[in-house]
């Protein structure tokens, strides 16, 4: 069974810093990865899809990259800013089975 | 635009009563799902549809029923026999190669 791992459970940093949030995985038979974003009482905003073929993704500040063999993802911010502050969730789908493990999340406070 | 609406976005249940949520997704998606959010924990899948008038259970679907009689709709029914219902649901959509779309989400609280 698929288990997905967020350490920290939350992060604070002050504006203008890099960063860097890390996910992983039990099960290396991944279809696709997926980095989320939840604002507080809100819905999920995709931020990132990895397919399994792929070793990273960028958007603006934004870059995730995947190793497989080692079960790993990261997500790298840029130069935060404080409309960073979300809960940043992981999760992986596998081969034949399309449903999604998400991790717990880490909670990313950037302090003016 | 395309996308999933999720309503109401809050819902009060009143105990033995049985409540529906809607989803609703014009992205031409084949694949809906049901996840469950609480405090602290991950999210959970209650239910997954991945073709019209089919839908398997997720890992916590006791108590829960859902139908999928159009491409575009997956509703939920939280009926009296879950016991413990509040919660923040969110339905999600995807088709092959694609990644996941999320709607707004729906709190429902046991008053």
Known sequence: KQEVTQIPAALSVPEGENLVLNCSFTDSAIYNLQWFRQDPGKGLTSLLLIQSSQREQTSGRLNASLDKSSGRSTLYIAASQPGDSATYLCAVSNFGNEKLTFGTGTRLTIIP | ?111
């Not at chain 2, 997704?25 to 991945?50: C, E, F, K, T, V």
Request: hydrophobic share 30%; glycine share 10%.
């Open chain 2, 1 to 111: 635009d395309g996308g999933i609406t999720q309503s109401p976005k809050y819902l009060f249940r009143k105990e033995g009563q049985n409540v529906t949520l809607s989803c609703e997704q014009n992205l031409n998606h084949d694949a809906m799902y049901w996840y469950r959010q609480d405090p602290g924990q991950g999210l959970r899948l209650i239910y997954y549809s991945q073709i019209v008038n089919d839908f398997q259970k997720g890992d916590i679907a006791e108590g829960y029923s859902v139908s999928r009689e159009k491409k575009e709709s997956f509703p939920l029914t939280v009926t009296s026999a879950q016991k413990n219902p509040t919660a923040f649901y969110l339905c999600a959509s995807t088709r092959a190669g694609y990644g996941y779309t999320f709607g707004s989400g729906t709190r429902l609280t046991v008053v």
